[in-house]
């Protein structure tokens, strides 16, 4: 199994849904930028942070926030509606450390409190 670290800024603020099974899903996607001057670009990264962790962690993870996150990598491929193949590039996130920034300032966070991982996944983490 191969892992992958991306940092980067949400686009967006994230979003907590649960399946069916009852666990908790909190979606968002990171802008990682490749190159420098003129040929910067882009590329979105669609994350998945399961569990409690999850839960706990969503009111953090607003449009703008820097954050560094370390999972399971995969791609995705699929047709548009006018058959235009498409492909993205996923992450199952194991562990997430929050950078700064964002829409949270009326949620402030402790300097020494700033990631979570799987080891602490039972645990209160610590904002």
């Known amino acids: 199994m191969s892992f992958m670290t991306v940092t980067g800024r949400l686009g967006r603020d994230a979003e907590l849904k649960t399946t069916t099974g ?3 899903v909190l979606s968002f996607s990171i802008a990682d930028d490749i190159g420098w001057g003129d040929k910067k670009r882009t590329q979105w990264i669609a994350c998945a942070l399961f ?3 999850a839960e706990k962690l969503a009111q953090y993870l607003t449009k703008g926030t820097l954050i560094e996150a370390h999972g399971v990598p995969s791609a995705r491929a699929w047709k548009k509606k006018d058959g235009e193949p498409q492909a993205s590039l996923e992450l199952t996130v194991n ?3 929050l ?7 009326d949620k402030p966070v402790a300097d020494n409190a700033r990631a979570t991982s799987r080891d ?3 645990s209160e983490i610590p904002f």
Request: net charge negative; no cysteine.
């Open 99 to 105: 950078h700064g920034g964002g829409n949270r300032e």
């Open 120 to 122: 602490d996944m039972d």
């Open 95 to 97: 562990e997430v450390k």
């Open 51 to 53: 569990g409690e962790r």
């Open 22 to 24: 009852g666990t908790k």
